[in-house]
């Protein structure tokens, strides 16, 4: 039998009152979001103020979509780098603002473009399926660009004859091994806050909330993975936190997105996943971003994503082939 937990879990209950309304710099945001015609994108793990602004809130998935499809003259991407330069990937002739530029990602930090183009030229022929959490200049390798919601359908589609090299999380490209029975080659990368959750905390947790399922980012390591009810992106989060009849649920992933699923599901419980030290775990790349930032980007119109002519078009083909795949 585990031990009980030594801090309190973090848990955001059912919301009954009215959301807080708008504070000063929020209304700020919106004034000149509306000045500079910007269409403001979140992820799902910035703070709640900042989701609350935004035009769109979602997963990686989701958010490039979002970018393929804006009509707007600046795109402000409240997330972290990679996924600016996929907002610019597919938008050359828009701005692209990121309120700053050290929010990177040691996912993407874990593959260096030399070493894959390394790896490429010792393995000719292997075919490249690239998680969207690596920089342009990997994605410029890359034959295809997959998130966390559509891996499995994308990995599914590579030519069954062809070796695949799968960079650069190899917990996401374990898990698809598994789902898609396909033999992956895994570059050795993974989110340094998502493997932080641990078995033995989340069982803490589960003593005291035992009628509630537990739902993983596919990130985790695999041990989490399998005792988790559920594996899938943060949007897919929402679904299933709304489809599934229990009152409380256990969401091991960034915290952020707590605040997301209470927004759309505010008569439901959710409690964040442990770590050994921590009841909940926050990306420290996704809370550089601030309201403060936020105003100053569309203020200043910078910080801006900039990315060499040369690569961006290399890149763009394997997200193409992505949000093809992934529509279908
Ligand atoms: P999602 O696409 O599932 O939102 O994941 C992005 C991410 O960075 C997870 O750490
Ligand atoms: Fe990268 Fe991990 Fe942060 Fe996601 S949570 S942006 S994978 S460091």
Request: charged share 25%; glycine share 4%; aromatic share 6%.
């Amino acid at each position: 039998m585990p031990e009980a937990l030594d801090y309190e879990p973090f848990v955001l209950a059912p919301r009954r009152e009215e959301p807080a309304p708008l504070s000063l710099i929020q209304e700020e945001i919106l004034e000149l979001k509306r000045r500079r015609h910007a269409v403001i994108l979140a992820h799902n793990y910035q703070i709640e103020p900042i989701q609350r602004v935004a035009d769109h809130v979602g997963d990686s998935l989701g958010l490039s979509y979002q970018a393929a499809a804006t009509k707007a003259d600046v795109i402000l991407f409240c997330g972290v780098h990679f996924m600016a330069e996929t907002a610019k990937i597919v938008n050359p002739g828009r701005l692209v603002l990121l309120p700053d530029l050290e929010a990177g990602c040691s996912l993407a930090d874990s593959c260096p473009a030399e070493q894959l183009a390394a790896y490429k030229a010792s393995h000719p022929g292997v075919y490249v399926v690239a998680y969207i959490n690596c920089s342009a200049a990997v994605k410029a390798l890359s034959d295809v660009i997959c998130t966390s919601g559509n891996a499995v359908k994308i990995v599914r589609r590579v030519p069954p004859d062809r070796e695949i090299l799968f960079v650069p999380d190899r917990n996401l490209g374990q898990w698809v091994a598994k789902q898609t029975g396909r033999r992956l080659q895994l570059w050795p990368g993974s989110c340094y806050a998502h493997v932080l959750f641990t078995v033995e905390a989340i069982e803490k947790v589960r003593m005291q909330f035992p009628d509630a399922p537990v739902v993983a980012h596919p990130e985790c390591v695999e041990a989490v993975r399998d005792l988790a009810d559920e594996v899938c992106s943060t949007e897919l989060m929402v679904k299933f936190a709304r489809e599934h009849p229990a009152r409380r649920i256990i969401v091991v992933t960034e915290s952020g997105m707590l605040h997301r699923l209470r927004r759309e599901i505010p008569d439901k419980t959710f409690i964040a996943g442990p770590t050994d030290t921590c009841a909940c775990n926050d990306c420290r790349y996704m809370k550089m971003n601030t309201l403060e930032k936020v105003r100053d980007a569309l203020l200043n119109l910078a910080p801006a994503i900039e990315i060499p002519e040369e690569i961006r078009q290399r890149a763009f083909v394997p997200i193409k082939r992505m949000l093809e795949w992934s529509k279908v």
